[in-house]
C-alpha cells in the first residue's frame, strides 16, 4: 500500500510555486518512500537540492523521516520545503531471498533475509527435502553460504527453511524455501 499526498503551496512573490507528492514508505526501516516535487512554471531550468544528496525532481529510495528540498529558479530564486515520509507501518517482517547463488562471483552468494536485523532472538533452520538439518543460526544473523553445519557446500536444490522472528515464540513462524543455483 503507498500512501499518497499532494500538497500545494500558497507561494508569497519571492517564492516558487509547486506540488508535492509523497510517498509513504511501507514500514520503519524499508528504503521505498519517496517524493515528487512539480514546479508551477514561471523562470526556468530549476536546481533540486535535497537532503538526501539527490538533485533531480523526484527522490526515491527514502527511508521513513524529515527531508528537505530547496528549488532554485534561473533567476536565483530559491525555496526551501520540509518533506515528511511517513512509514504506513510499522517494523516489517523478515522476507528471506527465494534463490542465491554461492558461486564465488561475488554477487549474491550467501542467502539474504531483509530486517532479520530487527529480530535478534531470531532462529533460523534450514532443511534438504529428506528433511535433514543442513543449517542452523541464532542472534545476529550471518548470511548462509550454502554450506551445511560442517562447512561442506550443499547441491544445488531447493531447500526448507523455518525462521522465527522469536525463538521463544512459535507464532513469529515464517516458512518457506530458498533455492541455490552454482
Request: charged share 15%; proline share 5%; hydrophobic share 35%.
Amino acid at each position: 500500500m503507498i500512501c499518497f499526498f499532494v500538497f500545494a503551496a500558497h507561494a508569497k512573490a519571492q517564492e516558487i510555486n509547486f506540488t508535492l507528492s509523497i510517498y509513504s514508505a511501507a514500514c520503519n526501516d524499508s528504503r521505498n518512500g519517496g517524493a515528487d516535487v512539480d514546479v508551477v512554471p514561471t523562470t526556468p531550468p530549476y536546481t533540486y537540492l535535497w537532503s538526501s544528496g539527490s538533485t533531480t525532481a523526484s527522490v526515491r529510495g527514502l527511508q521513513p523521516g524529515d527531508y528537505t528540498v530547496t528549488i532554485t529558479d534561473a533567476a536565483g530564486t530559491d525555496t526551501t520545503v520540509a518533506v515528511e515520509i511517513r512509514a504506513y507501518g510499522g517494523v516489517c517482517g523478515v522476507a528471506a531471498d527465494p534463490v542465491f547463488t554461492p558461486n564465488g562471483d561475488g554477487y549474491n552468494d550467501t542467502w539474504y533475509i531483509a530486517n532479520i536485523q530487527h529480530y535478534p532472538d531470531n532462529l533460523i533452520l534450514i532443511y534438504n527435502r529428506w528433511g535433514q538439518k543442513v543449517f542452523e543460526h541464532s542472534g545476529i544473523y550471518e548470511p548462509w553460504d550454502g554450506n551445511d553445519l560442517i562447512g561442506v557446500p550443499v547441491p544445488d536444490n531447493a531447500y526448507y527453511y523455518i525462521i522465527y522472528q522469536d525463538k521463544n515464540d512459535e507464532n513469529t513462524i515464517v516458512k518457506g524455501s530458498v533455492s541455490i543455483i552454482r
